[in-house]
């Protein structure tokens, strides 16, 4: 099965982001607006079992992080994805680095960009449009990140909450 691990926004920004999404994200219905923490990976029911043990034990030596988005960026000529990004903080950043050294699959395949994704697979056409949109409406959101979650992917292609853990370094 596939597992991931995410940051859920609040309600507020997840509800910014999907004004965008529902037009210009096919991935709408799969999975709610997140930070993506560690990428997609396959483990099987034992293994897994391991995997939340060691995440509890990364969210305890973790404290709550800040979630800053201040711009809207896009990782053409790459990808025509367009996403809010994430400023990273030393909070963010340790946790990532605990997420993906000298744990499950640690390998990564891409530098870690934090971003909640807006919008992808647009023509080239498309994502000029939108980009300099959104970029003219501009983003400003801050919150308190306190807890992270393990999903699963479903036989139809979306997400839901394996197990969800608190950041909690005072634990």
Same mark, same amino acid.
């Given at each position: 099965?596939?597992?991931?691990?995410?940051?859920?926004?609040?309600?507020?920004?997840?509800?910014?982001? /999907?004004?965008?999404?529902?037009?210009?994200?096919?991935?709408?219905?799969?999975?709610?607006?997140?930070?993506?923490?560690?990428?997609?990976?396959?483990?099987?029911?034992?293994?897994?079992?391991?995997?939340?043990?060691?995440?509890?034990?990364?969210?305890?030596? /973790?404290?709550?992080?800040?979630?800053?988005?201040?711009?809207?960026?896009?990782?053409?000529?790459?990808?025509?994805?367009?996403?809010?990004?994430?400023?990273?903080? *030393?909070?963010?950043? *340790?946790?990532?680095?605990?997420?993906? !050294?000298?744990?499950?699959?640690?390998? !990564?395949?891409?530098?870690?960009?934090?971003?909640?994704?807006?919008?992808?697979?647009?023509?080239?056409?498309?994502? *000029? *449009?939108?980009?300099?949109?959104?970029?003219?409406?501009?983003?400003?959101? !801050?919150?308190?990140?306190?807890?992270?979650?393990?999903?699963?992917?479903?036989?139809?292609?979306?997400?839901?909450?394996?197990?969800?853990?608190?950041?909690?370094?005072?634990?």
């Amino acid at each position: 099965m596939k597992y991931g691990i995410v940051a859920f926004p609040t309600k507020k920004l997840q509800d910014l982001a /999907n004004s965008y999404r529902k037009r210009y994200d096919p991935h709408y219905a799969l999975i709610t607006p997140h930070m993506t923490l560690k990428e997609a990976f396959e483990a099987n029911d034992q293994e897994i079992e391991e995997v939340a043990k060691a995440l509890k034990e990364i969210t305890i030596k /973790n404290e709550p992080f800040e979630l800053n988005v201040t711009k809207v960026s896009s990782f053409a000529p790459t990808t025509n994805t367009i996403y809010f990004k994430v400023t990273p903080n *030393d909070e963010l950043l *340790d946790l990532h680095k605990d997420l993906n !050294s000298d744990f499950y699959h640690a390998e !990564s395949n891409y530098a870690f960009v934090p971003h909640i994704t807006i919008a992808q697979d647009l023509t080239s056409g498309e994502h *000029d *449009d939108v980009i300099n949109q959104m970029k003219m409406v501009g983003v400003d959101h !801050s919150e308190v990140i306190d807890r992270i979650h393990l999903l699963y992917q479903l036989d139809d292609g979306s997400w839901t909450v394996y197990e969800t853990f608190r950041l909690d370094r005072d634990a």
